[in-house]
């Protein structure tokens, strides 16, 4: 079955510290990847995508992420996480032979010590 | 303006209920969804519309039941409420462009709480 695992469940972190969270997906196919996040409270929002070309991706608030399609994998980065980046960090995978569904990994909670 | 809406926001209700919670969505979307996310955060699919025809029915209890008047309203109907249904509740809608799925696009969640 296809899945999306994101290994760091909760990822603790001092203000100015880089970030990397890992996302892994099982499909061998062509993908659609996203990375949302949720605020405390809130909605999801979505983060950055990757559907092709520069796998290289620029998302909002300083984020990118990297698809390696070798290592089925699309991390997540920022050089400096600020206290306002605490939340909860969702990978997503679309598999191109389903129009309509959506597989998210299980999220990883980022805590910023101020 | 808001693109995808969710009523209500809160819902505390008492077990054996019945409660519905609506959607819309003004971006265009011809799919829209309903996730549960349970109190680990876990985001599960319940179902999806395109069109207003089911696409995804995920192992849900038939006690919830969608129903899609228009491709930009997506409301779930909930029978008889039990504890366990207590999560917070997503819409979603996307667009399927050329066979495949574009960006999905959340609601501000339905947080209900069955006692």
């Known amino acids: 079955a296809q899945s999306v695992s994101q290994h760091n469940h909760h990822v603790i972190l001092s203000e100015a510290a880089s970030l990397e969270l890992g996302c892994n997906y099982s499909?061998?196919?062509?993908?659609?990847l996203f990375w949302y996040v949720q605020y405390p409270g809130q909605h999801l929002q979505l983060l950055l995508k990757?559907?092709?070309?520069?796998?290289l991706v620029k998302g909002i608030k300083g984020f990118e992420a990297e698809f390696i399609k070798s290592k089925f994998s699309f991390n997540l980065r920022k050089p400096s996480v600020q206290w306002s980046d605490t939340a909860e960090y969702f990978c997503?995978?679309?598999?191109?032979?389903?129009?309509?569904?959506?597989?998210f990994g299980s999220g990883t909670r980022l805590s910023i010590r101020p | 303006d808001t693109a995808v809406s969710q009523t209500p926001k809160y819902l505390v209700t008492q077990m054996g209920n019945d409660k519905s919670i609506k959607c819309e969505q003004n971006?265009?979307?011809?799919?829209m969804y309903w996730y549960k996310q349970d109190s680990k955060k876990f985001l599960k699919i319940m179902f999806s519309?395109?069109?207003?025809?089911?696409?995804i029915n995920e192992t849900v209890p038939n006690r919830f039941s969608p129903k899609s008047p228009d491709k930009a309203h997506l409301n779930l109907h909930i029978n008889s409420l039990e504890l366990g249904d207590s999560a917070v509740y997503f819409c979603?809608?996307?667009?399927?462009?050329?066979?495949?799925?574009?960006?999905?696009?959340f609601g501000p969640g339905t947080r209900l709480l069955v006692l």
């Open positions: 979603a809608s996307s667009q399927v462009l050329a066979g495949a799925q574009e960006t999905q696009y």
């Open positions: 499909y061998g196919g062509t993908v659609n």
């Open positions: 990757y559907f092709s070309g520069d796998p």
């Open positions: 997503a995978v679309i598999p191109y032979s389903s129009a309509s569904k959506i597989i």
């Open positions: 971006l265009g979307h011809d799919t």
């Open positions: 519309y395109n069109n207003k025809e089911l696409i």
